[in-house]
DNA sequence: CAGCATCCTAATGGATACTG
DNA sequence: CAGTATCCATTAGGATGCTG
């Protein structure tokens, strides 16, 4: 395996890294794709309990965020009432598993980082 | 059968995701841990010119923060001109794996990220 | 049901000036 | 050098009301 520049840092845009956190470094997309990662297809509300505190209006933006790159696709079913459906790409599931080792990191880690915030008094 | 929880996603308090991202979904944080995680000790001034857009300030809350959450440790010289040196904790060093693997994936996919969103019209 | 449009507030983060 | 302090612009995101 090559081993070559792990980030251009001075250069946002032709850093990767900051180019794809700029996008689920928001509050919701990891989150959506989580929850599609569980269970798929699922539509707009099932989405939304899922999530339980997202707005109405964050998760309509974040879902367009997320199908504009690529990473959700959005089926829309010609019935009364209407129906729309959500479901993970290829590419999106390609992201999963990274995300996965993040929640077992996060599992693993967040007591005892919960821990060191209190100590230092910052939060 | 039951649904194994991945995430106890409604509600905040008790999801290491939400808890996490909340940290680490910031625009410096990971940057800051992947600069460290590629040589280290860094001083102050040679992390800001290895980011290089990273102002002053914002350079200062994340490390304050990376230090409350035990990632990184900071060193302070008594000298003159004084010197002040950051490295990763082993629990900040535990986490490099994983953001390595989210860079990896954004270096295999941004290009086509760029261009589905270029496509879609959204940006 | 699945949204869009609008308004509004809170948080993020940049610029600048100053200090031990 | 390694920060603080302050001010200000931008953005994220919530609340509410309306529509096909």
Redesign the interface.
């Known amino acids: 395996m090559r081993q070559e520049k792990?980030?251009d840092?001075?250069?946002?845009e032709n850093c990767?890294?900051?180019?794809?956190?700029?996008?689920?470094?928001?509050?919701w997309s990891?989150?959506i794709l989580?929850?599609l990662g569980?269970?798929e297809p699922l539509r707009f509300g099932a989405i939304h309990r899922?999530?339980?505190?997202i707005s109405q209006k964050m998760l309509t933006v974040s879902l367009?965020?997320l199908?504009?790159?690529?990473?959700v696709d959005r089926t829309v079913f010609a019935e009364v009432p209407p129906r729309v459906e959500y479901c993970l790409t290829e590419?999106g599931k390609?992201?999963l598993?990274?995300l996965q080792?993040?929640?077992d990191?996060?599992?693993e880690?967040?007591e005892?980082?919960?821990a060191?915030?209190a100590a230092?008094?910052?939060d």
Not at 16 to 27: A, E, I, T, Y
Not at 50 to 53: A, R, W
Not at 67 to 71: R, S, T
């Open positions: 792990i980030v840092l001075a250069n946002s990767p890294v900051r180019n794809v956190l700029d996008r689920f470094g928001d509050k990891t989150l989580l929850v569980r269970k899922s999530i339980g505190t367009k965020k199908e504009a790159d690529g990473l590419r390609s992201l598993p990274v080792q993040l929640v990191w996060a599992n880690h967040m005892d980082i919960r060191s915030r230092s008094g910052v």
